[in-house]
């Protein structure tokens, strides 16, 4: 499968469906405290993506076998994927929630991570420093840049931070398709791999393990935890490759900030 150059058209089609993703993680934010559980979460991400912004979750129903839910509520030591249950959030937990919407054919595709009331300075670091590890990614991307000095800009921060890269999940290019080409690894060599180029729309979404990084998927097919059961993080932009460097096409409608 070749990467798919969006043109200007298919561009603002993602710039929309970026923005919808955004504006439903703002959406949720309010509702994260102590007592939810991930269903009453999903359930509400369900209706505002088809009701409020007139899209589909795309997470629905995909893959083998099919994801039950309309989001994914990784908790704690889940790294990703985790799917929604009736499980209470308690007090210290940190969640990621993933939300992927399908409007007018284009995927949105951003996930954030979220305190459940008071956590720990601990936990707070390891978020602090996914965030840091994302974003250090994206500072990279701009024509002839390549995707090795992405994972190793990522990579970087996380492992001077005392952190572990999980290297079995990555970034994808995004599109119509869910996941398309390109592969965006969060971890490698700097002038390593593909070229980026102007109209490249693709993901990069760090998961970063407190502890070590081996993993294991759990019977359901989907969820999947640490190994040592140690907390794990992650972020997820889309990022646009523009004519001279990179535009984000799902930062907060609410603070402006990404």
Same mark, same amino acid.
């Given at each position: 499968m070749a990467v798919i150059i969006k043109n200007a058209e298919e561009i603002a089609a993602m710039r929309v469906a970026g923005r919808l993703a955004a504006e439903a993680l703002d959406y949720i934010g309010q509702f994260i405290?102590?007592?939810i559980t991930t269903n009453e979460i999903d359930k509400l991400i369900h209706d505002y993506h088809i009701n409020v912004q007139g899209g589909y979750p795309a997470p629905l129903g995909y893959g083998n076998p099919p994801f039950p839910k309309s989001c994914c509520?990784?908790?704690?030591?889940v790294i990703c994927h985790g799917i929604p249950d009736d499980k209470p959030l308690k007090n210290g937990d940190i969640l990621n929630i993933d939300v992927t919407i399908i409007k007018d054919g284009f995927h949105g595709d951003s996930s954030r991570m979220y305190a459940v009331g008071e956590i720990s300075p601990q936990a707070r670091r390891l978020i602090n420093i996914t965030h840091e590890s994302m974003m250090a990614g994206?500072? !990279? !991307?701009?024509p002839g840049a390549t995707l090795g000095d992405i994972g190793y800009a990522c990579q970087q921060v996380v492992e001077n931070a005392g952190y572990s890269m999980v290297q079995e999940f990555c970034?994808?290019? !995004?599109g119509r398709?869910?996941?398309?080409?390109?592969?965006v690894l969060h971890y490698g060599r700097r002038h390593t791999g593909l070229k980026l180029q102007p109209g490249m729309i693709f993901t990069i979404e760090p998961m970063v393990n407190q502890g070590k990084r081996q993993l294991r998927i759990l019977n359901d097919g989907w969820t999947v935890v640490t190994k040592d059961h140690k907390l794990s993080a992650q972020w997820e932009h889309e990022v646009l490759v523009t004519e001279n460097g990179y535009e984000i096409l799902t930062i907060s409608p609410l603070t402006g900030k990404p």
């Amino acid at each position: 499968m070749a990467v798919i150059i969006k043109n200007a058209e298919e561009i603002a089609a993602m710039r929309v469906a970026g923005r919808l993703a955004a504006e439903a993680l703002d959406y949720i934010g309010q509702f994260i405290k102590p007592g939810i559980t991930t269903n009453e979460i999903d359930k509400l991400i369900h209706d505002y993506h088809i009701n409020v912004q007139g899209g589909y979750p795309a997470p629905l129903g995909y893959g083998n076998p099919p994801f039950p839910k309309s989001c994914c509520t990784s908790v704690n030591h889940v790294i990703c994927h985790g799917i929604p249950d009736d499980k209470p959030l308690k007090n210290g937990d940190i969640l990621n929630i993933d939300v992927t919407i399908i409007k007018d054919g284009f995927h949105g595709d951003s996930s954030r991570m979220y305190a459940v009331g008071e956590i720990s300075p601990q936990a707070r670091r390891l978020i602090n420093i996914t965030h840091e590890s994302m974003m250090a990614g994206i500072s !990279v !991307v701009k024509p002839g840049a390549t995707l090795g000095d992405i994972g190793y800009a990522c990579q970087q921060v996380v492992e001077n931070a005392g952190y572990s890269m999980v290297q079995e999940f990555c970034g994808h290019g !995004v599109g119509r398709g869910f996941h398309e080409e390109p592969q965006v690894l969060h971890y490698g060599r700097r002038h390593t791999g593909l070229k980026l180029q102007p109209g490249m729309i693709f993901t990069i979404e760090p998961m970063v393990n407190q502890g070590k990084r081996q993993l294991r998927i759990l019977n359901d097919g989907w969820t999947v935890v640490t190994k040592d059961h140690k907390l794990s993080a992650q972020w997820e932009h889309e990022v646009l490759v523009t004519e001279n460097g990179y535009e984000i096409l799902t930062i907060s409608p609410l603070t402006g900030k990404p």
